[in-house]
């Protein structure tokens, strides 16, 4: 069946870096959009940032512009989001998301990987 | 990049109906109709309700419907079940090619 699961989250201090992997099966990654989304604990869902199929656009929210980076490896069926001078109010579950969309333009995010938590404390 | 803006928290008795808003701006839900739904139960991830507006995926119950009306997206949940107690959030793509959730609204089943 179609699956997301994420991995790399864990405990970091601030300043410090980390690489989100989000691996895809039961489909062909390189036929879609992927967005990272997370979680703060307590809080609500947040849109980080998105992919094109074919890797050549990214769009992300401001709040890590200039800090994270989103990726792709078609060949391995892998979404990445490496994340540099992390910062506490980053601590979130962070969530990748398959973008479906329909040939009127219409789009929207299924299915959901089951998150990965990142700790940003010293 | 404004978050959407949803209520924090709607309750009803089971087989009742309830409403949730979501209100945007000219430049995200009232531009186009890419408004989408998603039931997260505690400890749980996100799962798809609404797509397009209006769309129900299959497996989502027709207790569950989608509406727009200018800035403005509701989703209305009917004969409620203890089941659908969760946290919902709308989401919409935006005229800069980015994505905003609303804040979220707690539904209590009494």
């Known amino acids: 069946q179609v699956q997301l699961v994420e991995s790399g989250g864990g405990v970091v201090q601030p300043g410090r870096s980390l690489r989100l992997s989000c691996t895809a099966s039961?489909?062909?990654?390189?036929?879609?959009?992927m967005h990272w989304v997370r979680q703060a604990p307590g809080k609500g869902l947040e849109w980080v940032a998105l992919?094109?199929?074919?890797?050549?656009?990214?769009y992300y929210v401001d709040s890590v512009k200039g800090r994270f980076t989103i990726s792709r490896d078609n060949s391995k069926n892998t979404l990445y989001l490496q994340m540099n001078s992390l910062r506490g109010d980053d601590t979130a579950v962070y969530y990748c998301a398959r973008e479906k969309r329909a040939t009127s333009g219409q789009n929207w995010f299924d299915p959901w990987g089951q998150g990965t938590l990142v700790t940003v404390s010293s | 990049q404004s978050a959407l803006t949803q209520p924090p928290s709607v309750s009803g008795s089971p087989g009742q109906s309830v409403t949730i808003s979501c209100t945007g701006t000219?430049?995200?839900?009232?531009?186009?109709?890419?408004v989408s739904w998603y039931q997260q139960p505690p400890g749980t991830a996100p799962k798809l309700m609404i797509y397009?507006?209006?769309n129900r995926p299959s497996g989502v119950p027709d207790r569950f419907s989608g509406s727009k009306s200018g800035n403005t997206a509701s989703l209305t949940i009917s004969g409620l079940q203890a089941e659908d107690e969760a946290d919902y959030y709308c989401s919409s793509s935006t005229a800069d090619s980015t994505f905003v959730f609303g804040g979220g609204t707690k539904l209590t089943v009494l």
């Open positions: 000219s430049s995200d839900v009232g531009r186009y109709n890419r």
């Open positions: 039961g489909f062909i990654l390189s036929g879609y959009t």
């Open positions: 992919v094109s199929y074919d890797g050549t656009e990214k």
């Open positions: 397009e507006v209006s």
